[in-house]
């Protein structure tokens, strides 16, 4: 449980950089970078963020890519906003071995556990306070 815990804990300090600005009054931000956080090689990442790309884009208009990164820049992963359901997000999320998401309503930036058992959706703040200045 520790090891999960400090997972949770760095999801928690995060920063996201994006060139276009959401309009949507509630969105996920989904990744398929690392699956279960198993560190793997840029170029796996890089096919793995393609092919998520293509799923989401045949299902969703508006999906517009992100970049996530801890505060401190210890770990960074490309990914996608996307105006979806919170429902189908966990579930697209779950099919790509994400142990948790980012999800946006109402300006609230929430932590919302996928895969990880045993933690709570969490909210981390004012979602604009997250974003790379």
């Known amino acids: 449980m520790c090891e ?3 997972l ?7 920063v996201f950089n994006l060139q276009q600005h959401p309009v949507y009054p509630c969105f996920a931000i989904l990744t398929a970078f690392n699956p279960r956080s198993i560190v793997l090689s840029n170029k796996e990442n890089l096919s793995r963020h393609h092919q998520l790309e ?13 970049s ?4 401190d820049g210890q770990w960074q ?3 996608f906003v996307v105006p979806m359901p919170l429902a189908c997000a966990c579930r697209e999320a ?3 071995e994400q142990n948790a998401i980012y999800w ?5 930036l929430f932590l919302v556990p996928v895969l990880l058992k045993g933690f709570e959706a969490q909210r981390l703040g004012d979602w604009p306070s997250f974003l790379y200045t």
């Open 8 to 14: 949770w804990c760095s999801y928690q300090s995060v």
């Open 77 to 79: 992963e490309l990914g």
């Open 94 to 96: 779950a099919r790509w």
């Open 104 to 108: 946006v309503e109402g300006n609230n």
């Open 68 to 71: 996530c990164s801890a505060s």
């Open 4 to 6: 999960k815990k400090s």
């Open 54 to 66: 293509l799923v989401l884009k045949s299902q969703y208009q508006g999906v517009l890519p992100i």
